[in-house]
Structures are given as structure tokens and as C-alpha cells.
């Protein structure tokens, strides 16, 4: 992604690609109580992409796709994240896939279509990947807002689902420029097809 990092630490760039994610058009709906919420929603886009890690050892984001799949009844929207990037400075399968970054329009929780996505991405790329000399497991994160200033929205934290442990998280502000996380549950696979979320 043009003028995106490269950055040091995973961390800083998920703190630079919230808000660059959400500043795209029609990427937030605001809040949910707003009165012109459901339009707002019916006009708002998912847009995806990959952070990955280099072999220059920097993580990079790759250029965001608007392509999506929309439910009006259950009100989700799925972006169609490709499998593989696209980097020509880098030989082909020597880049990692660190995490599956999209946007909700609205603070909601992750879909069964995340979980499904970020499953198949593991099955393709590794569950884990050995990073700077630490490991860092593959993950789905859906940044939100709650403002209602489309125009410049607040990166009010993101939701997360880590396959290889099962965890669902909340992560929002601190108040101080960090982030605070909160255990949602935990996914369990009973099949390749079907699982259960524990809620905590």
C-alpha cells in the first residue's frame, strides 16, 4: 500500500492501518441508534487487506479490496480477501501473512463468515509464523468507529479471532494511546464444517 509504513512492530502498524481502513468512503455507518443508521448501512463497503511480514523484516500492508458479499437479512457484509500478494520487490512465497485486516461499518462482532475466511486463509498460508525472532499467529481483525463524523471517523478498536487458540477479543482504546483487550469466548471446531462459540 503506497505511503503505508513499512513498520517495525505489528502493533504500530495496526494503529496506522485503523484509521487509514477506515477513512475510505462509506467505510464506517456510524452508530447504530443514529436515526439515519439503516441507509447509512445499506451504502457502507467492507474493504480488506493483508499485513504481512517481509523478508527485509517489516510489516507492509497490501493494497485494499472493496469486493464484497452482502446479507441484507442477517445485515453483514463479507470483503473478499485474495489468498496470496501481489509483491514484486519480494521473491513469490517469501512473504508471511501476519493478519486479515477489514472494516465494520458498525461495532459488531465478528461474523461467521470472518471466522470461515480467516480458517481457510490458515489452511493455505501457516497458523503460525516465526516473525523477528517471536511468533506470531494468524489472525482476522475488524477495525470499527462509533463516531457519526463519516467524514473523518475515530479508530475505535477492532475485534479479533486467533485460530490457532480459539480466542475471540474485543480490543478498544485506553485512553492513553494503547489498547485495551477483552476475552469475548472462544471458538471450538467439532468438524471441519461446524463450532461452537463458549461466551465468557
Request: charged share 25%; proline share 6%.
Amino acid at each position: 500500500m503506497p505511503g503505508f509504513g513499512p513498520f517495525d512492530t505489528f502493533s504500530d502498524a495496526l494503529v496506522a492501518a485503523c484509521p487509514l481502513i477506515l477513512s475510505k468512503p462509506h467505510a464506517t455507518a456510524g452508530r447504530e441508534r443514529a436515526q439515519d443508521f439503516r441507509v447509512r448501512w445499506r451504502i457502507s463497503k467492507e474493504y480488506c487487506a493483508w499485513l504481512y511480514y517481509t523478508p527485509a523484516g517489516k510489516y507492509e500492508m497490501s493494497m485494499l479490496t472493496d469486493q464484497s458479499e452482502q446479507d441484507e437479512l442477517d445485515r453483514r457484509k463479507s470483503c473478499l480477501l485474495p489468498e496470496t500478494v501481489d509483491d514484486a520487490r519480494f521473491p513469490m512465497g517469501s512473504i508471511k501473512y501476519v493478519f486479515a485486516l477489514h472494516n465494520h461499518p458498525y461495532e459488531g462482532r465478528l461474523s461467521d463468515g470472518d471466522i470461515r475466511m480467516i480458517v481457510s486463509m490458515g489452511r493455505t498460508h501457516e497458523w503460525v509464523v516465526e516473525v523477528g525472532g517471536k511468533k506470531v499467529p494468524l489472525s482476522v481483525v475488524a477495525f470499527f468507529s462509533n463516531s457519526d463524523d463519516l467524514g473523518q471517523p475515530s479508530c475505535d478498536g477492532f475485534f479479533q479471532y486467533i485460530p490457532v487458540n480459539g480466542e475471540l477479543k474485543k480490543w478498544t482504546g485506553d485512553g492513553s494511546g494503547g489498547w485495551r483487550q477483552e476475552l469475548l469466548g472462544t471458538v471450538t471446531w467439532q468438524d471441519e464444517e461446524h463450532y461452537r462459540i463458549d461466551e465468557k
